[in-house]
């Protein structure tokens, strides 16, 4: 059943005298130097290609040819600030020699827009309010890699220089916004989703089986790789410039690296107490969530009652002289809810909240959609929760505020407290009696800890009533074994242990296992950050919320994801981070400041959803349909025997193979949507 709070009016925060205009959408295009002299042609293909993107883009499209490289760009408009047709896109610069697309928001551009106004240049006067024009302007003037270094916000977008014969490719530092690029014969193709490149005329679509491997493992496919042989994504960070003349040489460049920033921070850490901490850290927090406020549209916040979301939410409610909207979804199961805690929380904040109950049948509903959301494998089964959270935002706003990014920068996930401790007591003893330990635990189904634990939770301290301990106590097992920090990390981070038992196919390797290339870290907190930073945060939770909210064409923003906010994080000392066994310390200070710590005193829970329930309930036959042995056999890719093994102890409650179960079922529905 849905349960929807009474809709009150909402008031939009005032629209600046000065409207600018500032979009969400997908890019796409090509080059095909067969297509040369051939406008029609290109404007044809590539307007086909965007049209796979009208979800990211519904309020207009563009397009533009340059007939003499056989160079199109492509471009699908979410309009969210000044809502007329100024500044339409692929835009080109005053003198004709830059076209670009543009995917996203330069939150600063009015300041980049001041600095150039004063210096004086060709492209005055402005032809429009937009921050695009801006982007060319400060191109042109400062270089591409110099303007990068000065934009702050979230993007990608592809500029073809008419004068140089090159195609730029770039993406965000953080990886907010999307960008793939690949081969299609002798064509350079690219786009904001995969499905924008099926679309091109003779991309044949090959299974990447090292790829898949890595998707079983990790839940999703971690950059640079796509499913798709011969098709990557572009990294954040990374500039990837094509000459139309040797279109083989795909070699991205990084222009910012979390790497650099991080022994930076390490060279300056920061000096002063904990009270200065926690001012510079909100005032920078405060400048973030304003700059990202600035919308014509309604805009509201995605409020999970958690420690990041409630303090961005608070921040938003300052900046705003109207309450703001803020939306979350809760659970009958109240191992997974918190709508409570949310709608107190939107309460004494003073938002204008609504929540949704999610059901199986809201699942239901939404399964068969996901392969199209996720045009390559992903079972973070969060993904579901997101997109009903998205769904419900969009029938009231245009634009939200999220939480994303805090847990990483301020070490909030469970492990960045409790792995270190951990590991230090476990690899005091011999691996082979941790293993013998291990098996023991396993012994026990997961529903028989539930048990245990609901009948003696009340004499247990606060820190140690956990969500699905079951669960964590057989995670607990899997990790016993392993032989050094790293691989307990890996291990954390991995659905499947064993990937090529499963494919068959061995296990590239990933960034996880190049500690080469990591800098030097003294705390195993800090190495799980950075590495939870540049793996998990960008493959997983911005994919995810990406394509939840891009598909309802609601733009999301994150300002915890401001590279400033991350640098100042990275140069504080872990002690202000972690206190007392909880992550986020300095994060909970802010927000005592707006809301009672009563409000927050309670053990972290994830994003989730019972899928270990409905598995054995609502989607037993669908889950027994897409596993089905024989099916499985005539794909001849997976282990079938483990899988049906796996399936057998799910159900039967030996064992809670959730998540394991999931990745294959999100595989098979995508396999079914996709490569079928």
């Not at 014969?165 to 995969?194: C, I, Q, T, W």
């Not at 990041?308 to 191992?335: H, K, V, Y």
């Not at 999301?556 to 992550?583: C, N, T």
Request: proline share 6%; with cysteine; aromatic share 8%.
């Amino acid at each position: 059943m849905e349960h929807i709070q009474p809709h009150h009016p909402h008031f939009p925060n005032p629209v600046p005298a000065d409207r600018h205009l500032r979009e969400m959408c997908g890019i796409t295009g090509f080059i095909n130097p067969a297509m040369i002299g051939d406008k029609q042609g290109l404007l044809t293909t590539s307007e086909t290609m965007a049209n796979t993107l009208n979800h990211r883009g519904p309020d207009g499209s563009g397009t533009f040819a340059d007939a003499q490289f056989g160079v199109a760009l492509a471009h699908r408009r979410l309009a969210i600030i000044d809502l007329t047709d100024c500044g339409a896109q692929p835009m080109r610069s005053v003198d004709g020699r830059l076209t670009i697309t543009f995917n996203g928001e330069i939150y600063n551009f009015q300041e980049i827009r001041t600095e150039l106004e004063s210096a004086g240049g060709p492209f005055l006067p402005w032809r429009s309010s937009s921050d695009t024009e801006v982007m060319l302007a400060a191109i042109q003037v400062w270089g591409l890699e110099t303007a990068l270094s000065r934009f702050v916000g979230m993007f990608a977008f592809a500029l073809w220089d008419q004068d140089q014969h090159v195609l730029h490719l770039a993406r965000d530092r953080m990886g907010e916004k999307p960008l793939y690029y690949g081969r299609a014969g002798n064509s350079l193709v690219f786009g904001s989703e995969l499905k924008a490149l099926r679309a091109y005329p003779g991309f044949s679509p090959e299974l990447d089986m090292e790829a898949l491997s890595l998707y079983l493992r990790f839940q999703y496919v971690p950059e640079p790789r796509s499913i798709y042989t011969g098709v990557a994504k572009l990294s954040p960070g990374h500039l990837l410039t094509v000459h139309a003349d040797a279109l083989h040489d795909l070699t991205p460049v990084p222009y910012w690296t979390l790497s650099e920033t991080v022994i930076n921070a390490q060279a300056a850490p920061f000096s002063g107490t904990e009270t200065e901490a926690a001012d510079q850290l909100e005032g920078l927090l405060r400048s973030s969530v304003r700059n990202q406020m600035l919308a014509d549209v309604p805009l509201g916040a995605l409020l999970s009652g958690g420690i990041d979301s409630s303090l961005i939410t608070a921040l938003m409610q300052q900046e705003s002289c109207r309450p703001i909207r803020s939306f979350t979804i809760g659970f009958d199961d109240a191992a997974y809810d918190e709508s409570a805690s949310a709608r107190q929380i939107a309460a004494h904040i003073g938002t204008d909240h609504t929540e949704l109950f999610v059901t199986p049948d809201h699942v239901l509903d939404l399964i068969e959609t996901l392969p199209d959301l996720y045009d390559e494998p992903f079972s973070d089964a969060s993904q579901l929760p997101t997109h009903l959270v998205a769904q419900i935002t969009r029938n009231h706003v245009t634009v939200c505020l999220t939480g994303d990014g805090g847990d990483e920068a301020f070490a909030g996930y469970n492990r960045h407290f409790w792995a270190p401790a951990i590991w230090n007591k476990i690899s005091r003893f011999p691996t082979g009696l941790r293993s013998l330990t291990a098996r023991a635990l396993q012994q026990i189904s997961p529903g028989s800890y539930e048990t245990l634990f609901s009948a003696l939770g009340h004499l247990l301290p606060k820190a140690s009533r956990v969500s699905t301990p079951g669960h964590k106590l057989h995670k607990l097992a899997d990790i016993l074994s392993m032989e050094s920090r790293e691989a307990l990390y890996k291990q954390l981070c991995s659905t499947w242990s064993d990937p090529a038992k499963l494919l068959g196919v061995p296990e590239p390797s990933t960034d996880i296992d190049l500690p080469d290339s990591w800098p030097p870290f003294a705390d195993y907190t800090r190495q799980m950050q950075y590495l939870d930073t540049i793996t998990y945060l960008t493959g997983d939770i911005l994919h995810k919320v990406d394509r939840a909210t891009m598909g309802v064409s609601l733009e999301s923003r994150a300002p915890y994801l401001d590279h400033r906010v991350l640098e100042f994080a990275w140069r504080l000392p872990v002690s202000m981070l972690i206190r007392k066994k909880q992550g986020k310390h300095i994060l909970r200070t802010i927000l005592d400041r707006s809301v009672p710590k009563e409000l927050m005193d309670r053990p972290k829970m994830g994003f989730g959803i019972p899928i270990d329930k409905w598995l054995r309930g609502p989607l037993k036959e669908w889950a027994y349909s897409l596993l089905d042995p024989t099916r499985l056999r005539r794909q001849g890719m997976l282990d079938v025997a483990l899988i049906t093994r796996q399936l057998n102890e799910h159900m039967s409650g030996q064992r809670d193979n959730q998540y394991r179960l999931w990745n294959i079922l999100m595989l098979q529905s995508w396999l079914d949507r996709w490569m079928h």
